[in-house]
């Protein structure tokens, strides 16, 4: 079966390649039959990918040590689904992983251009999907070999099992979602790079991808969300977020791709900024890869770093050959994507886009920045300075305020020209909502600049959909003689496409209130305690009352009984653990959360000693479950938005040119 | 946005708001950067102004742990140089993969005086069980099972 894996990736290999000879044979000769074996080529290549892939989850499921990727990562006692989630815990099995969502991708895209072999942009789109698979193809046919048996033909008994961290119900979406997210982007910008090269850079390949943008988007928003979720639950600081170089591998892609999903829509309504979503593809999709190298190459330090390999170089040079494919077509196409049109006015909605992107990339670029800058030091000055939290929280924050303003700004200020009566009367209802909602918050006691802030523009950014909402509800109400509770899901039924967007920007919102409550107001405590004490955190008291320890599968749990007062009154007991692995030497300690609307009670039991003597540490988090929620919130109004419209029966038709 | 039409005061705004993104990041830079160094170097500088990260490892046999109070004290090595050592003390929970001989990151201050680091932060790394680097699990694959 190892063999049958090594060599459905050779064939794969095979297929990726003769697609991209057939391809450049049939655009140079012109000649269709080409184009058509290419096509079939990458279809081919999907086949041999998907096989491969299944080989891998069978050999996973079928405990065969003789491998070297199932020997690392696996082992007999782990329950099934994490043998078969172990395919992408580490390196080798990540880089199959990518290269068969991609080649499934590429399927997808085959078949939606089934009808368009005429197209001159078709064959290039082939090309840069066939280019990618067979760098990925390549990696896994000789440096990265899943399938490869441990030398000497030794068959180990058992294998060395999954890290006790990977574990958890978050590895069977985080990586997979995260991805698709990464994967997802190559086809828009397979389409770019067709357009270009075609001259056709209107805002038809746009409109094409507009699908694969905000679902890719929607796929590493949730990738990014679950890690957090993730963190938060498993690895016990009571955490979501620390500016971990991986966590920011995944988090730059993400704020350039919301960067060009913003005016991918000024493109389209508008038909500028042509030059600018071209740059931000092209990036977008560097980035990508960056991140998937980011997390398996082990340059930086982290708490993902589970492998490194020598695969540096590979991704260096395909990423470098990426810029410079993007930047040579962008500049040979600069006439054709250059538009007469322009920003006209400072006050307009189109410069609220702008400010949008501007700040989106200026975070991307911080954040960039701060992980590479102990690398750039060291070479700089050969002195390894390095920056964390602190420095993220210093930069991004200020940064992330902006942006809420500007996402408030948008909606009140018109397109093109904005009049200042118009924008009086726009302006009254937020402004007021902000005014009298900061003040109630003032007299309850939040204070710091920082917190009100954040709250301030989070009510004003809410009080702006809210107004939007609201008029359009009207109006409709007024010209269908619904009443406002239909007339208001029917609104954002029928113009899903305008307020998915609100929807997801409230979602923000409810994001932005979680972290800074959960920043800004948390509270600890640990204490070490003997049965029968109790320690107390935030307005909760804590009484150990018991130890006890089972075993399941491949591990000891040792559990510990806590009774929860809040404010007196028993509420409950919590049990945090601390779990021994077989396979590990190392426990990892296991959270238990209260969660309510208003706040999260989180404690972990770091230390047992002699005699049940244990160390518990303890946390009020406010608010937290608000990022789940808002997270939740923002991803659908993500996907509200690409809910394709019914076709009618009869529709026409635009016929081709060709 | 071409042949100059652009309003000058968006100009203006987006240079006045990349002029703050640069401040920020150079001042961030300057008040919270953290010198990574190795016991050797810590050892070995002169001057030490700055908060520093320091990477070693536990020498055995030197773990003193206080659970009732919280507190930790122990030994940290150069990676490579072992005879090169410094005391280390901090308050707070031990992390689950501390231990004799696993590899520290300390974040705090040094007193070369008393030639204690008072680490503010305390990582732990896991000896290379999980490092799937192909040179490493082959070697170890052997070791365990090739005989």
Redesign the interface.
Known sequence: MSQFGSYTIYLALAFSLASIVALLLGVSKNDFRYLLSGRRSLAFTALFTTLAAAAMTYLFAADRFDI?YV???SDRALPLFYKLTAFWA???GSLLFWAWVLSLFALVVVYNTRQDLENRTTPYIYLVLGGTLSFFLYLLATISDPFAV???G?V??DG?GL?PLLQNPGMIFHPPTLFLGYVGFTVPFAYAVAAMVTGKVDETWLRKTRIWNVLSWVFLSIGIILGGQWAYVEL?WGGYWAWDPVENASFIPWLVATAFIHTAIIQERRN??R??NMVLIVLTFVLCIFGTYLVRSGIL?SVHD????GLGGFFLFFMFFVMLVGIVLISASYRDL???H?????LSRE?TF??NN??LL?LA??TL??TM??LISEAVTG??????Q??FN??NT??FL?LILITGLCPLIGWRKASTDNLKKNFLMPLAAMGSGTAVLFVLGVRGVYPLLAFALSIFVAATIGREFWSGTRARARLTGEGALVAFPRLLWNMRRRYGGFVAHLGMVLMVIGITGSNAYKVEN?A?LQKGQSMSVGEYTLRYDRLGKYSDRNREVYVATLAVFREGQPVGVIRPEKRFYSK??????EVSLRSTLLEDLYVTM??I?DRT?V?V?AAVNPLVIWVWIGAFIMVGGGVMAVIPRWKRKGEIREIPES | ???G???I??IV??LA??G??AY??VS??S???????TVSEVLASPTLDRAL?VSGKVVEGTVNVN????FLAFEVSDLEDRTKTLKAIYS??????F?EDAEV?LEGSYDRASNTFNAVTLLAK??S??????SQ??AS??K???R
């Open positions: 070297e020997y690392s990562y580490g390196q080798r441990i030398p000497g030794v180990p008994p060395k890290n016990g500028i900024m030059v600018w330090q589970f492998g490194a390999t250059r538009t007469d322009s920003l006209e006015s400072f410069s702008l400010f501007v700040v200026a670029f911080s920045f701060g800058f102990p002195n390894k300075l390095t920056v964390s602190p420095f210093r930069v200020p940064l902006s640990q070490t590990a030497d190392q426990p990892t300690t770091p230390t000693g003597v160390t540490r | 946005m071409t042949k039409k652009v309003n005061r968006t705004a987006v708001l990349l703050g993104v920020l990041i961030s830079i008040e919270t950067g953290v010198y990574y160094r990260r659970q009732e109070r919280l707070g929970v031990v992390p689950d993969a231990k990151i896991c000896p069980k999980y490092v799937a680097d192909a699990t082959e694959a052997e365990e099972h090739g």
